[in-house]
């Protein structure tokens, strides 16, 4: 079974700083797949970034970059210059990539607040 | 873009009434999910379906069933509406392969009174 840990339930940040937002898993697949996503106030869920754990660099998508160390099993979201339009909902998710389903395992989300 | 859309943004319905809650998505996406989103629980999943009438529980179904006839349309069936059902339903859906995320749609929040 498949479990994401998200330990900071609220962040806070002042505008333009970079923030990490924590992400640990544990898995017994041996190939899986790790995924951020958004979720502002008006609801709608948004990718941001993955990483597979067959990677050797850590990804980056813009301002978002993925912290993956597989060892420590875990997959931190870095946010670089934060903007205010970042407050939103942010969950982490893993799904084994050996099936094709997609289906994908959440945390409990981090809640992000950006101050001017 | 892919766009999913779901049928109500917010609904309203009384305990005992049987609810469908709708969900299509325009890419010809193989795999479909419904989720429900409560606070400090995230994500959970109902339901999904990887073909046509095709569908898989996934980690809690109780209480819910789920339609699939058409590859764009996955629906949600609460057969007889609880309170403790009352959430934000969330649908998603993507191709299948192995590194692929997952589209949204905006959410449903029902209340059941």
């Known amino acids: 079974a498949q479990k994401i840990t998200q330990t900071q339930p609220g962040m806070f940040v002042q505008e333009k700083e970079a923030v990490t937002l924590d992400c640990t898993y544990d898995?017994?697949?041996?190939?899986?797949?790790l995924f951020w996503y958004k979720q502002p106030s008006s609801g709608e869920m948004i990718f941001l970034i993955y990483?597979?754990?067959?990677?050797?660099q850590n990804a980056t998508e813009g301002r978002y970059s993925l912290n993956f160390q597989k060892a420590r099993k875990s997959a931190n979201l870095v946010i670089s210059a934060s903007q205010l339009g970042d407050s939103a909902m942010y969950f982490c998710?893993?799904?084994?990539?050996?099936?094709?389903?997609?289906?994908?395992?959440f945390g409990d989300g981090t809640t992000l607040t950006v101050k001017p | 873009d892919v766009k999913v859309t779901q049928s109500s943004r917010y609904l309203v319905k009384r305990t005992g009434e049987k609810v469908f809650l709708e969900c299509v998505q325009d890419?010809?996406?193989?795999?479909m999910f419904w989720y429900r989103q409560d606070p400090g629980l995230g994500l959970r999943l109902i339901y999904f379906?990887?073909?046509?009438?095709?569908?898989e529980k996934g980690d809690i179904p109780e209480g819910y069933s789920v339609s699939r006839e058409k590859k764009e349309r996955f629906s949600l069936i609460l057969e007889s509406a609880s309170t403790n059902q009352t959430s934000m339903y969330l649908c998603?859906?993507?191709?299948?392969?192995?590194?692929?995320?997952?589209?949204f749609g905006p959410g449903t929040r029902l209340t059941v009174t």
């Open positions: 898995t017994s697949d041996p190939s899986y797949g």
């Open positions: 379906s990887y073909d046509v009438k095709m569908k």
């Open positions: 890419m010809d996406h193989e795999n």
């Open positions: 990483q597979g754990s067959y990677d050797q």
């Open positions: 998603a859906s993507t191709i299948s392969g192995p590194l692929v995320e997952q589209y």
């Open positions: 998710a893993m799904r084994d990539l050996n099936t094709n389903a997609g289906k994908s395992t």
